[in-house]
């Protein structure tokens, strides 16, 4: 069983920056691909990013393309989202997953372990 912990969200002012991060246990972090995935108040969960278990691929949705970075440090255990230039349409719940598969996801029902997710507030 894979626990995930998620920190770093925040109320930050458009064009701001915050770091996401996640810290897992109770697996093998290096066997386990992640993804970040976020919810706003009245919409459905979405996609955000992705890394695979040795981070040498990521995928991103579309509307945080060349804003966001997904990276993991796999001797610590965390997976990061690096948010710059941060739009009040990011302000949304943001939660992290795992599956344990080489291969990584942008379906949120492919993860098998999510996080309880981290608030994170773009004021404009």
């Known amino acids: 069983q894979v626990q995930l912990v998620e920190s770093g969200g925040g109320l930050v002012q458009a064009g701001g920056s915050l770091r996401l991060s996640c810290a897992a246990s109770?697996?093998?972090?290096?066997?386990?691909?992640m993804g970040w995935f976020r919810q706003a108040p009245g919409k459905e969960r979405e996609f955000v990013a992705a890394?695979?278990?040795?981070?040498?691929?990521?995928l991103y949705a579309d509307s945080v393309k060349g804003r966001f970075t997904i990276s993991r440090d796999n001797a610590k255990n965390t997976v990061y989202l690096q948010m710059n230039s941060l739009k009040p349409e990011d302000a949304a719940v943001y939660y992290c997953?795992?599956?344990?598969?080489?291969?990584?996801?942008?379906?949120?029902?492919?993860?098998?372990?999510w996080g309880q997710g981290t608030q994170v507030t773009v004021s404009s």
């Open positions: 890394i695979r278990w040795s981070g040498g691929f990521t």
């Open positions: 109770g697996g093998t972090f290096s066997t386990y691909s």
């Open positions: 997953a795992a599956v344990r598969d080489s291969r990584i996801s942008l379906r949120g029902r492919d993860y098998d372990y």
